[in-house]
């Protein structure tokens, strides 16, 4: 919407971004003001962590999208991805009418879904996540740990969850909406199995122990639809992931 203002309208490009905006927290029932956000400091290229050093590879401003090296080790993403091997299960979708689990054709990975704090080492990466985004443990969903095995795939989808839908309202009465995302990568993939953003044509390739961090909302709580991404076909190989969704609220 935002080229076509600027191309046949002949907006100028930041005051075509500011009225979607502003028609955005309309549609919401947002506020016009900012509310706290996960963010990662990224005024450096290596982030001193308690236990680690965290190297910064890419940022984006808009949407906000951090890419991450060594956020685990190489034992750590072994760890956690043999301590799921037993619990593999086809990966559900938010069903828009009512909010349940749906399996559906664009989602064909398999996956574990664990509770926050449920191992030490679980309690450990979340401690470290927490640290890197600002945000507290708390306003954290429990962690989705996924198997992509070759052919499989999530197409492009939002994080966020859609306050005009029925199924999507439901989960935002506990917690909140969904205000960052992490994409943890446990193994290098032979090919494919990229994470796309199709909107700003960004691909991010898996990188054992990289990860992705991504905003899902504006400052103002407005659901950035930058933030499309796409889970890519794996071409070959398996792809091993850890998926951690940050919230507005207490989870």
Not at 66 to 93: H, K, M
Not at 173 to 198: C, H, K, S, W
Not at 221 to 249: C, F, I, S, Y
Request: proline share 5%; with cysteine.
């Amino acid at each position: 919407m935002a080229q076509v203002m600027i191309n046949d309208g002949s907006f100028d490009r930041a005051l075509a971004h500011a009225a979607i905006d502003e028609a955005q927290r309309a549609q919401f029932g947002k506020k016009s003001e900012h509310q706290p956000m996960p963010d990662i400091d990224t005024a450096s290229n290596m982030i001193a962590m308690p236990d680690r050093n965290v190297d910064v590879l890419l940022t984006l401003t808009s949407p906000r999208i951090v890419l991450l090296g060594n956020v685990l080790s190489d034992e750590e993403c072994d760890t956690l991805a043999a301590y799921c091997g037993e619990r593999w299960a086809r990966s559900p979708v938010v069903a828009n009418h009512d909010g349940g689990n749906l399996v559906h054709a664009h989602r064909t990975s398999r996956g574990a879904m664990l509770r926050r704090g449920e191992t030490e080492l679980i309690q450990r990466i979340e401690a470290r996540l927490a640290h890197l985004a600002q945000w507290p443990v708390e306003r954290g969903e429990g962690m989705q740990v996924l198997r992509y095995e070759t052919g499989n795939e999530y197409r492009a989808h939002y994080d966020w969850f859609d306050p005009e839908l029925p199924g999507p309202r439901k989960h935002l009465e506990r917690g909140g909406q969904r205000v960052g995302t992490f994409v943890i990568y446990l193994n290098d993939v032979e090919q494919g199995g990229g994470t796309a953003f199709p909107n700003i044509g960004l691909e991010v390739q898996p990188k054992k122990g990289g990860a992705v961090f991504f905003a899902n909302t504006d400052a103002f709580g407005v659901p950035d639809r930058q933030t499309l991404h796409a889970g890519m076909p794996v071409v070959k190989g398996v792809k091993l992931v850890a998926n951690k969704w940050l919230r507005e609220r207490e989870y």
